[in-house]
């Protein structure tokens, strides 16, 4: 059985649980506790350990989908998490312009030292005030062929979409 | 839908780095404690901008100034008012009751004024309203002011080492051009001590190197880059160094090289989902 992962990453709050379990196959696993810090004022639960997503692809090969912890205090299983992974997926709370520079941190962890194949999902583009994806690659200054797509985490369509333009990239990386 | 926040979490060069690169029509409101202000945009560049209290209209303004006369106002207004499409700044210069180029250099400069202001603000709402114009009897500058030049303006006026920090965190950055800095380059006025950071860029030298070279402080140094870079001019980038070490102590490992048929597969699985 071949196992390959996806890494699912972006600052508190953007919405990376809800993206895994609009697509995992199984339950999803989040080591959640009640937030301690700051991070209360935005939610009443946060992500202190990580989301575990899992999708079977064929019986000898499963993807894993695995979400980052969003604080910064968490930033060493950020190296652990993105050991081996085929692509990333950066979300992004388009609504919320303060997450903006932490946004731009977390890429340049995963993405300076290394050709990590990844796209930027602009995501809760169904809020009212939400950047849309033209304006957050201006915001994050991201490379033209950097791909920012629209997303709602809470839409499976919309994960999908995000989880195959990621897979369109890691395709045109990938060899014969 | 409108573009909303605070300059304390995105600034206000960002955002005119983002009118600029968007093309973006409309009006920027911004809002701290009882002041406020309005910037108005065509295209990504400035025409008018005003002030809570210092909010004047074109005629008010040149008359303040001496240039225009109370009767040849009052003419201009009446003619504005019988013609729609045009506004007040168009129709005094149709009547020629002040050169292109005097209305331009009074309207400059009160804009500028009130604009350069805004940048000392360490916080303060933002609301950007898409294709919002200008009353027409506002400032309007016959030619629109690039914000470039605004930037570069308004980041010789921060002091503070935690905004730059956030876009320059390491002397140890390389600095490089962006690869068609042309046009932009057009609208920047540089200062003496600037022009001697932007001989030393090169692609190579990092941010100590150039302040050892230039013998400028790294605090200069950094804010000057800051300012190249807020106006789209200039690229920081990291040195290559050897793949970083985990805390266990191993080699980051690289990206796994996939085959074509491993990443078709779960295409076509997530297709059919």
């Known amino acids: 059985m071949q196992t390959v992962k996806m890494v699912i990453s972006g600052a508190v709050n953007a919405g990376k649980t809800e993206f895994i379990k609009a697509i995992s196959e199984i339950e999803v696993v989040s080591t959640e506790r009640r937030a301690t810090d700051d991070t209360k004022l935005i939610k009443k639960e946060t992500t202190v350990a990580m989301d575990f997503g899992r999708i079977a692809i064929a019986d000898d090969l499963v993807l894993h989908l695995f979400g980052t912890p969003g604080q910064k205090r968490f930033d060493f299983m950020w190296e652990i998490l993105s050991e081996g992974m085929l692509g990333l997926v950066i979300l992004v709370d388009s609504t919320r312009p303060e997450t903006f520079r932490e946004t731009n941190r977390i890429i340049d962890f995963f993405v300076s030292y290394r050709d990590t194949p990844y796209v930027v999902a602009a995501n809760k583009q169904d809020k009212p005030n939400a950047w849309s994806p033209d304006e957050l690659r201006l915001a994050l200054r991201l490379p033209p062929h950097v791909k920012v797509l629209p997303c709602v985490a809470a839409e499976r369509e919309s994960v999908k979409q995000v989880l195959l333009e990621l897979l369109y990239v890691i395709l045109q990386q990938s060899e014969e | ?249 191993r080699p980051m490992a690289e990206p796994p090289r996939v085959k074509r048929g491993l990443v078709s597969r779960i295409i076509n699985r997530i297709r059919g989902m």
């Open chain 2, 1 to 249: 839908m409108a573009l909303v926040g605070n300059i304390r979490d995105f600034s206000l060069s960002d955002f005119l780095y983002l009118v600029d690169r968007g093309y973006k029509t409309g009006c920027l409101h911004l809002n701290r404690l009882d002041e406020s202000a309005s910037l108005y945009f065509d295209k990504g560049k400035l025409i008018t901008a005003s002030r809570k209290d210092h909010a004047a209209s074109v005629t008010d303004l040149l008359i303040q100034k001496n240039k225009l006369t109370s009767l040849q106002a009052s003419d201009a207004l009446v003619a504005q008012r019988n013609d729609g499409g045009a506004n007040l700044s168009q129709v005094l210069l149709q009547r020629e009751y002040i050169s292109r180029e005097e209305l331009q250099k009074i309207l400059q400069q009160y804009i500028e004024e009130s604009v350069y202001v805004l940048f000392g603000w360490p916080d303060g709402e933002f609301r950007f309203e898409q294709n919002q114009r200008p009353e027409v009897t506002s400032p309007i500058m016959p030619v629109p002011l690039p914000v470039e030049h605004l930037i570069m303006e308004g980041v010789r006026r921060i002091d503070e080492w935690g905004r730059i920090k956030d876009r320059i965190p390491s002397n140890d950055l390389v600095v490089k051009f962006v690869e068609q800095p042309g046009d932009k380059a057009k609208g920047v006025q540089l200062a003496a001590e600037e022009w001697r950071v932007f001989a030393r860029i090169n692609g190579k030298d990092t941010l100590a190197e150039i302040s050892q070279k230039t013998g400028l402080s790294e605090f200069d140094v950094s804010r000057i880059v800051y300012g190249f870079l807020t106006a789209g001019l200039v690229d920081v980038i990291k040195k290559p160094k050897p793949l970083p070490v985990m805390a266990t102590g």
